[in-house]
């Protein structure tokens, strides 16, 4: 049977073995105050990995871990994690936004952080597997106001107890899933990014930087916190040669239309393939809108800025959807992008990409996995 018809097959029985909560935390839940990744559903999956296989598959209470001080993951950092989103739609369908592409890059990320993998198709039929049966354990948890999902966090820990450098020989694979809101909240203010001209978040070449890894989020951390002291919201990072070319911001692929073009830098193994990249341009090309990926100087976005021809910038991903830029520090400036903020081609991204993900616009390019709830 093809993978993506796979999710649209009801499940007679459950797909794993369940091991359901005494008591739902759902009450406690104040959806209306959600923020993003504070609160977790009643259930997770989990599957380990021993003895050269990846087994014991289970769905059981979200809770705590019991893992030992020694374990690889707390030192070494051998761990990848992923993310997308499932959404509630007005006509009571549950959709989930390109699975199949974080199936891919989770597999990617494994690879490069010496995981053992298990053939993609197999990644991908667990993945969707243990989605599916979240969705329909907790779909109480999914939430139903505009703007608002349910995240769903794929994680893999290397578990072997060793202060041995080296590839651990036990993991744990788990998917957690959390009711969420806006990630930068009203999609009208416009998040402010400052240039990082002195710390890199991943090397130029043969870095970890296209993995979704820890290790990569570990060296934003002091950066975003010297950017926000200083009153910007997220790091707009350079490369790290040269520190001149620009690759994204913290959560977000990072795009800039100048002059009638919209400018995004490519994939080189330094910036993570976002899903929502992709999925942007894919619409800009339908649209005719005209697109490069190229390297894209910050000295150019200073220049366009203030010769009038940065017309709008917005950033991309899963958790911030489609995020306009009111604001970019670099060196000692402020500047601030023309209005109006969000721009026209904003916000139709924007509308476009949310109408999709909830059914209220046509899935022309079949991006949407519909989840069957009975
Ligand atoms: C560093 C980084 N870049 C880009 C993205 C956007 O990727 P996606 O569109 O797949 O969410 C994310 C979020 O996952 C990210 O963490």
Request: charged share 25%.
């Amino acid at each position: 049977m093809p993978l993506l018809d796979s999710l649209l097959e009801p499940v007679s029985a459950p797909d794993f073995p369940f091991t359901p909560v005494e008591t739902s935390r759902l009450g406690q839940v104040d959806f209306d105050a959600l923020g993003f990744g504070r609160v977790f559903a009643d259930h997770m999956f989990s599957m380990d990995y021993r003895d050269g296989d990846w087994r014991d598959a289970r769905i059981h209470p979200y809770g705590p871990l019991d893992l030992e001080p020694g374990t690889v993951t707390l030192h070494y950092g051998q761990t990848v994690f992923d993310g997308f989103k499932a959404f509630q739609g007005e006509d009571g369908q549950v959709r989930v936004f390109r699975p199949d592409r974080n199936a891919q890059r989770l597999h990617d990320s494994c690879r490069r952080l010496c995981i053992p993998i298990m053939p993609l198709e197999q990644m991908r039929e667990i993945l969707f597997a243990a989605t599916r049966a979240l969705i329909r354990v907790d779909r109480d948890w999914i939430p139903r106001a505009p703007g608002q999902s349910l995240y769903v966090r794929p994680l893999v820990i290397a578990t072997e107890n060793t202060l041995e450098v080296r590839a651990a020989d036990a993991y744990r694979f788990m998917i957690m899933t959390a009711p969420v809101g806006g990630y930068f909240g009203d999609l009208q203010d416009g998040v402010s990014l400052r240039v990082e001209e002195r710390y890199t978040r991943a090397a130029s070449i043969g870095g970890l930087g296209a993995a979704k890894t820890a290790a990569n989020y570990a060296a934003s951390l002091l950066p975003g916190a010297e950017s926000r002291a200083r009153g910007f919201e997220q790091v707009l990072w350079l490369d790290g040669n040269e520190h001149r070319y620009v690759e994204e911001v913290g959560a977000m692929n990072i795009f800039f239309r100048i002059d009638g073009r919209v400018v995004t830098p490519p994939l080189g193994g330094s910036i993570l393939p976002g899903v929502v990249r992709d999925s942007v341009l894919t619409l800009l090309r339908e649209w005719g809108v005209p697109v490069e990926e190229r390297r894209l100087e910050i000295s150019e976005v200073i220049d366009a800025l203030r010769a009038g021809d940065l017309e709008e910038v917005f950033g991309a991903g899963t958790a911030a959807v489609i995020c306009p830029v009111a604001r970019i520090g670099y060196l000692d400036a402020t500047h601030s992008i023309a209005p109006p903020v969000p721009g026209e081609l904003t916000r139709r991204l924007y509308d476009e990409l949310t109408g999709i993900q909830c059914g209220r616009i046509e899935d022309r390019h079949g991006w949407n996995l519909v989840v069957p709830l009975d």
